[in-house]
């Protein structure tokens, strides 16, 4: 930094034309960048079971692109009920993007080889006998296609499914699909004396995107907003205010057109990024500000004011960038596509906001602040006197619990429990998430889960042996009181004539055969419902079944089955994915460890920072104990989020420390002093940047940022509570650890 910061202040001029054309070059990619709105993306990997779902997808057609309307409110064998669902399916087939529409309206019963509807029209119906009637009821509910799939046991609520067509993958086409179902639905429901409502993972990922792509520019305005109110409070003056407030918007803008020039689109994990790095590099923004002001205070020009703090804080600057960069791109060591590419964006923003603000921030300052401006770091060098000695009074005390605490809270750490949810991210008001939980009560789950069956060239998909596997799981699954009916081909065939079951294939309509049977490709699927529960429900459903299907395995020679499904997959792989953030968590702490050590020029150094560090993530880990949750995928996150924060400040107070060591015997007091108000405001300004999204509407949003902000205070304590004592109790004499070489950072 000593280099870059004599270049400075030989050369201002230079380093304004590059900021000039780094921000035209960087703002021109910003105009290319664009949105994953794959809603699939998330579960993308090399992972054989995602493999195996893609060719599922192929071969009958996904199982996350079905909008389930629930209808309910009354018995729907009645003239409302059936008015009701002929006017949804009618105006559903209507919608541009809605392939077929499934309800009992489109079932069919066979008189000898005739098919004819299985209920009536309302007006029809109205016009029955009360025996005909019930006969007419009993005909339904014994249909195999019917009970407890379209129509519940109760008689009292119905389900139509609109398949949307395949070829809509990307959330915006399939917002105006949605949106079309879900308006067709309310318009119908209040003309209606009947409630219809819209669910599924379609209608889920459609609000969560919607929310999500609003909420970042929302949140990234407030976030902007804040740093700049927080800037005056802390400055009182509107020069400070553009000197630290400026720069960190900058970043933003070349890591956003970085993204937009390498082609790499933002996904629902990506959207937090803006905010990060505005907010990050906002702390190294006050950090150099501060410096700055102090010595223009003590007499300095602002050039050689802006060039001392690039030479006295940017490499602080710069290594909490490193450290930083490193707790984010670790993230890419996972097996999770989506993981990585947020690992490595995360990364390359935050070295870019360091090049933003160490190149913007001196060239605002040199240009806007005043000779004679004042100092406000005095203001509060009275309250971090008078901590020194309480610290070194109690340092051992104060080391010997936080050791103990972060024992213990490391044991409690390693008791937690992976958990996810479809809906863990939906408002627990919204109608999606209201009528998903309807439909599980009424159907016994709302997610689908496959079990794929193939068999040998030597047979056919109507031998005994296949069949006889095919009831054998069927058995299985009706039997276990976690999953709703199965449901195969051969439950779709008994509601064709007596035939064989080649001419039954060929009677039965195609939409529903070719979603069950690939005869060509000695495939079919046993269908199942499951509900949107929770990892101690799930897991040993999963675990039951796949052990079943072990046992059929080996009692039905040339047949294979196989467990798959959206639900399954992404179930087992965001459990895979927290495995996978837990084991670059790891990774970055060590490397974090041998970057300060080595920059530091001293393993004490590393080994100080491990205790202040880790002491807010197992403190994370104990606040998700205690309120009584699992490690979701947004607290996962947090741990990698807050490692990289954390570790910041902690890099700023060693650096001090080395500087003040080398200058006196006591350098507790003037580090504290020194550094203690740009902690406390950097810790400030980042929980209030992350409290704007504690006004999510998602609840998961609002617990990551509960848990970052509550991560946040601990790391405060630890840097300038548990690192002071530490590094007291560890002191030296200056000429026993300091070379002339590294007595300035």
Same mark, same amino acid.
């Given at each position: 930094?000593?280099?870059?910061?004599?270049?400075?202040?030989?050369?201002?001029?230079?380093?304004?034309?590059?900021?000039?054309?780094?921000?035209?070059?960087?703002?021109?990619?910003?105009?290319?960048?664009?949105?994953? =709105?794959?809603?699939?993306?998330?579960?993308?990997?090399? %992972?054989?079971?995602?493999?195996?779902?893609?060719?599922? !997808?192929? =071969?009958?057609?996904?199982?996350?692109?079905?909008?389930?309307?629930?209808?309910?409110?009354?018995?729907?064998?009645?003239?409302?009920?059936?008015?009701?669902?002929?006017?949804?399916?009618?105006?559903?087939?209507?919608?541009?993007?809605?392939?077929?529409?499934?309800?009992?309206?489109?079932?069919?019963?066979?008189?000898?080889?005739?098919?004819?509807?299985?209920?009536?029209?309302?007006?029809?119906?109205?016009?029955?006998?009360?025996?005909?009637?019930?006969?007419?009821?009993?005909?339904?509910?014994?249909?195999?296609?019917?009970?407890?799939? +379209?129509?519940?046991?109760?008689?009292?609520?119905?389900?139509?499914?609109?398949?949307?067509?395949?070829?809509?993958?990307?959330?915006?086409?399939?917002?105006?699909?949605?949106?079309?179902?879900?308006?067709?639905?309310?318009?119908?429901?209040?003309?209606?004396?009947?409630?219809?409502?819209?669910?599924?993972?379609?209608?889920?990922? &459609?609000?969560?995107?919607?929310?999500?792509?609003?909420?970042?520019?929302?949140?990234?305005?407030?976030?902007?907003?804040?740093?700049?109110?927080?800037?005056?409070?802390?400055?009182?003056?509107?020069?400070?205010?553009?000197?630290?407030?400026?720069?960190?918007?900058?970043?933003?803008?070349?890591?956003?057109?970085?993204?937009?020039?390498?082609?790499?689109?933002?996904?629902?994990?990506?959207?937090?990024?803006?905010?990060?790095?505005?907010?990050?590099?906002?702390?190294?923004?006050?950090? +150099?500000?501060?410096?700055?002001?102090?010595?223009?205070?003590?007499?300095?020009?602002?050039?050689?004011?802006?060039?001392?703090?690039?030479? #006295?804080?940017?490499?602080?600057?710069?290594?909490?960038?490193?450290?930083?960069?490193?707790?984010?791109?670790?993230?890419?060591?996972?097996?999770?596509?989506?993981?990585?590419?947020?690992?490595?964006?995360?990364?390359?923003?935050?070295?870019?906001?360091?090049?933003? &603000?160490?190149?913007?921030?001196?060239?605002?300052?040199?240009?806007?602040?005043? @000779?004679?401006?004042?100092?406000?770091?005095?203001? *509060?060098?009275?309250?971090?006197?008078?901590?020194?000695? !309480?610290?070194?009074?109690?340092?051992? !005390?104060?080391?010997?619990?936080?050791?103990?605490?972060?024992?213990?809270?490391?044991?409690? %750490?390693?008791?937690?429990?992976?958990?996810?949810?479809?809906?863990?991210?939906?408002?627990?008001?919204?109608?999606?998430?209201?009528?998903?939980?309807?439909?599980?009560?009424?159907?016994?789950?709302?997610?689908?889960?496959?079990?794929?069956?193939?068999?040998?060239? *030597?047979?056919?998909?109507?031998?005994?042996?296949?069949?006889?596997?095919?009831?054998?799981? *069927?058995?299985?699954?009706?039997?276990?009181?976690?999953?709703? #009916?199965?449901?195969?081909?051969? =439950?779709?065939?008994?509601?064709?004539? @007596?035939?064989?079951?080649?001419?039954?294939?060929?009677?039965?309509?195609?939409?529903?055969?070719?979603?069950?049977?690939?005869?060509?490709?000695?495939?079919?699927?046993?269908?199942?419902?499951? @509900?949107?529960?929770?990892?101690?429900? $799930?897991?040993?459903?999963?675990?039951?079944?796949?052990?079943?299907?072990?046992?059929?395995?080996?009692?039905?020679?040339?047949?294979?089955?196989?467990?798959?499904?959206?639900?399954?997959?992404?179930?087992?792989?965001?459990? %895979?994915?927290?495995?996978?953030? %837990?084991?670059?968590?790891?990774?970055?702490?060590?490397?974090?460890?041998?970057?300060?050590?080595?920059?530091?020029?001293?393993?004490?150094?590393?080994?100080?920072?491990?205790?202040?560090?880790?002491?807010?993530?197992?403190?994370?880990?104990?606040?998700?104990?205690? /309120?009584?949750?699992?490690?979701?995928?947004? *607290?996962?996150?947090?741990?990698?989020?807050?490692?990289?924060?954390?570790?910041?400040?902690?890099?700023?107070?060693?650096?001090?420390?080395?500087?003040? #060591?080398?200058?006196?015997?006591?350098?507790?007091?003037?580090?504290?002093?020194?550094?203690?108000?740009?902690?406390?405001?950097?810790?400030?300004?980042?929980?209030?940047?992350?409290?704007?999204?504690?006004?999510?509407?998602?609840?998961?949003?609002?617990?990551?940022?509960?848990?970052?902000?509550?991560?946040? &205070?601990?790391?405060?304590?630890?840097?300038?509570?548990?690192?002071?004592?530490? $590094?007291?109790?560890?002191?030296?004499?200056?000429?026993?650890?300091? /070379?002339?070489?590294?007595?300035? @950072?």
């Amino acid at each position: 930094m000593r280099a870059y910061a004599h270049f400075f202040h030989a050369h201002p001029r230079w380093v304004a034309a590059f900021v000039v054309v780094a921000l035209g070059v960087f703002g021109v990619g910003l105009t290319r960048l664009a949105f994953d =709105d794959e809603p699939r993306g998330i579960l993308r990997s090399d %992972a054989p079971e995602f493999a195996l779902l893609e060719e599922v !997808w192929r =071969d009958f057609g996904a199982d996350d692109n079905e909008a389930l309307v629930v209808l309910d409110g009354g018995p729907v064998l009645s003239v409302d009920g059936l008015r009701a669902l002929e006017r949804l399916v009618r105006d559903l087939r209507g919608i541009d993007g809605v392939e077929r529409v499934s309800s009992i309206a489109s079932l069919v019963e066979f008189r000898g080889l005739v098919p004819r509807p299985l209920v009536p029209a309302a007006e029809a119906f109205g016009a029955l006998t009360e025996a005909e009637r019930d006969a007419l009821a009993e005909r339904v509910a014994a249909h195999p296609l019917v009970a407890g799939r +379209l129509v519940s046991g109760d008689g009292e609520t119905a389900l139509i499914v609109a398949h949307i067509a395949p070829d809509v993958v990307e959330v915006e086409d399939l917002t105006l699909v949605v949106d079309a179902i879900r308006s067709t639905v309310e318009r119908i429901s209040a003309e209606s004396p009947r409630r219809a409502r819209v669910t599924g993972i379609p209608s889920v990922r &459609v609000e969560l995107y919607r929310t999500t792509r609003f909420e970042q520019i929302l949140f990234f305005s407030l976030a902007s907003l804040l740093c700049t109110a927080i800037a005056w409070w802390l400055f009182r003056d509107w020069r400070s205010v553009v000197v630290a407030a400026v720069p960190p918007f900058f970043g933003a803008v070349f890591a956003g057109g970085a993204f937009g020039w390498l082609g790499w689109r933002i996904d629902l994990l990506g959207t937090v990024i803006p905010m990060l790095v505005t907010v990050i590099g906002f702390t190294d923004a006050v950090h +150099l500000t501060i410096h700055a002001r102090h010595e223009i205070g003590a007499g300095r020009t602002p050039l050689a004011a802006a060039a001392d703090a690039i030479r #006295r804080v940017g490499k602080a600057c710069f290594l909490t960038s490193l450290t930083t960069a490193i707790g984010f791109g670790s993230l890419a060591l996972g097996q999770i596509e989506v993981i990585n590419r947020f690992g490595l964006m995360s990364a390359l923003a935050m070295g870019l906001a360091f090049v933003a &603000v160490l190149s913007g921030l001196p060239v605002l300052a040199a240009l806007l602040l005043r @000779p004679g401006q004042r100092d406000t770091r005095r203001s *509060s060098e009275l309250l971090f006197a008078r901590l020194v000695p !309480w610290i070194e009074r109690r340092a051992a !005390w104060i080391v010997g619990v936080g050791a103990l605490l972060v024992l213990g809270l490391g044991a409690v %750490a390693t008791t937690l429990e992976t958990e996810n949810h479809l809906l863990e991210a939906t408002p627990k008001d919204s109608p999606t998430f209201t009528a998903l939980r309807d439909l599980e009560e009424a159907f016994g789950g709302a997610l689908p889960m496959y079990v794929l069956v193939e068999w040998d060239e *030597s047979l056919a998909w109507s031998d005994e042996s296949v069949r006889a596997a095919v009831r054998d799981v *069927s058995a299985f699954l009706d039997a276990d009181s976690d999953t709703g #009916r199965a449901f195969s081909v051969f =439950d779709a065939l008994r509601a064709a004539p @007596p035939v064989s079951p080649e001419t039954a294939l060929e009677l039965v309509p195609e939409a529903i055969t070719g979603r069950l049977v690939r005869p060509d490709l000695g495939r079919l699927l046993v269908a199942a419902l499951v @509900p949107d529960a929770g990892r101690d429900v $799930m897991l040993p459903l999963f675990q039951r079944v796949e052990a079943e299907l072990d046992r059929l395995d080996a009692a039905h020679p040339g047949v294979t089955l196989r467990l798959t499904g959206t639900d399954v997959v992404a179930r087992t792989h965001i459990h %895979a994915m927290i495995a996978d953030l %837990a084991t670059s968590l790891g990774f970055a702490t060590l490397v974090i460890f041998l970057a300060i050590s080595w920059a530091f020029g001293s393993f004490r150094y590393g080994l100080a920072s491990l205790l202040p560090n880790v002491f807010p993530l197992v403190v994370i880990a104990g606040v998700i104990r205690v /309120s009584g949750r699992s490690l979701e995928m947004s *607290s996962a996150v947090v741990f990698s989020v807050l490692l990289g924060l954390a570790v910041d400040d902690t890099i700023h107070f060693l650096s001090r420390w080395r500087d003040e #060591r080398a200058r006196t015997d006591a350098p507790l007091r003037p580090t504290l002093i020194h550094v203690g108000k740009a902690i406390t405001w950097t810790t400030i300004v980042l929980s209030a940047g992350l409290g704007v999204t504690l006004t999510s509407s998602v609840p998961t949003t609002r617990w990551f940022a509960t848990l970052c902000i509550v991560g946040l &205070v601990a790391a405060w304590f630890g840097d300038l509570i548990l690192l002071p004592a530490l $590094m007291y109790l560890g002191r030296r004499r200056p000429r026993e650890l300091v /070379s002339t070489s590294e007595q300035t @950072p």
